[in-house]
């Protein structure tokens, strides 16, 4: 009988190995075959649709879309698709939800360690025809001033995106729009890279995603997670060294980015948002380690950063709140009101 149980045991185990691998492999090649028809217009809303919502199950498919052929052109070809509706301003819920769940592939592919150099640098992936490219390069460059292409006809892909994060309409399907395009460029930036932040310094990345951040405060009561997404690209950006000096090199880029963090931070008050705060802080004292930023911080921190208006905030996020009291230091302050300024970029202001 103990042989008997044995074996039936082993029996069960033996089965069920089987029966798990013949499930997950029917799910990735159901995942194939939705991938395969992107390819087909007529098939391509249902599988944009069923893809995003399977994109966190499969560790494989950024490396999948970038390989299968056509896919790639397919995505684009939605984001290009609805240039027409974005100025002046007329895009539809269902028009957004599709090229959403396009954008939210194309996040996959950015985040992927095998995909998102290719990704960022096109590697031929999509090319264009020369007739082609001319055409659509004059029509971005006309009504979005942006160039897609190199002269080879070779994309950069995360620039189809920026018409979308040029966009000012406060209606939620454009909200929702520059949200899922933030979330595209986040990626990108999420690991620690010189060579993506050199190339996004070079497409003007940063007033983009300051115009996000002031218009994430702006639409309603509840800070948006544009405010979220666009502050933490600003931070990654800052963090790399060739981010913090492109930010300082001019105090016109500084003030830019300083009176943004300081619109927000009011905003904060009455809106409150831990993770936002945490996410402001940190870009302070980034900005705190170069000479001439830490100088002009001096007088231009916010007050509310120097008393004890975010206290109850603090309290909750021990690194949030030693980040500030290592911001407070470098400028040589400790939670008082603004002191008189004179130095920094003051000297390089046009009077």
């Not at 939670?335 to 920094?344: D, F, I, N, S, Y």
């Amino acid at each position: 009988m103990a042989n008997l149980s044995q074996s039936i045991s082993m029996s069960g185990v033996s089965f069920a190995t089987p029966s798990a691998s013949a499930t997950k492999d029917r799910r990735m090649a159901s995942v194939e075959h939705l991938v395969l028809e992107l390819s087909n217009p007529d098939l391509r809303e249902n599988a944009l649709h069923e893809l995003s919502k399977k994109r966190e199950l499969f560790q494989d498919l950024a490396p999948l879309l970038w390989n299968s052929f056509g896919t790639m052109a397919a995505l684009l070809q939605e984001i290009v698709s609805i240039y027409p509706v974005i100025s002046p301003p007329n895009l539809s819920p269902a028009q957004s939800n599709r090229v959403c769940n396009a954008l939210a592939l194309l996040q996959c592919v950015a985040s992927h360690l095998d995909t998102r150099m290719q990704f960022l640098n096109g590697n031929d992936v999509f090319f264009i025809h020369p007739k082609d490219w001319e055409l659509l390069s004059a029509i971005l460059l006309k009504h979005f001033c942006i160039i897609c292409f190199d002269s080879d006809g070779t994309s950069h892909i995360p620039l189809y995106l920026y018409p979308f994060l040029n966009t000012t309409s406060k209606s939620r399907p454009f909200e929702y729009l520059r949200l899922t395009s933030l979330g595209v460029i986040g990626a990108l930036v999420k690991v620690d890279d010189t060579e993506v932040i050199s190339f996004l310094l070079s497409t003007e990345i940063i007033p983009l995603c300051l115009r996000s951040m002031e218009m994430g405060s702006e639409l309603s009561k509840t800070v948006k997670f544009t405010d979220l997404v666009a502050t933490f690209i600003v931070q990654k950006i800052l963090l790399d060294e060739i981010g913090l000096k492109y930010i300082c090199t001019t105090a016109e880029r500084f003030y830019a980015v300083g009176r943004v963090l300081g619109n927000m931070v009011a905003t904060l008050v009455e809106q409150p948002s831990c993770r936002l705060l945490k996410h402001i802080i940190r870009c302070y004292l980034r900005l705190s380690d170069n000479q001439s930023a830490c100088e002009a911080l001096r007088s231009c921190l916010p007050d509310m950063l120097r008393d004890a208006t975010f206290n109850s905030c603090l309290r909750e996020d021990p690194t949030a709140r030693r980040w500030l009291q290592q911001l407070l230091h470098n400028i040589g302050v400790n939670r008082v009101p603004a002191l008189q300024g004179g130095g920094g970029f003051d000297h390089m202001m046009v009077s």
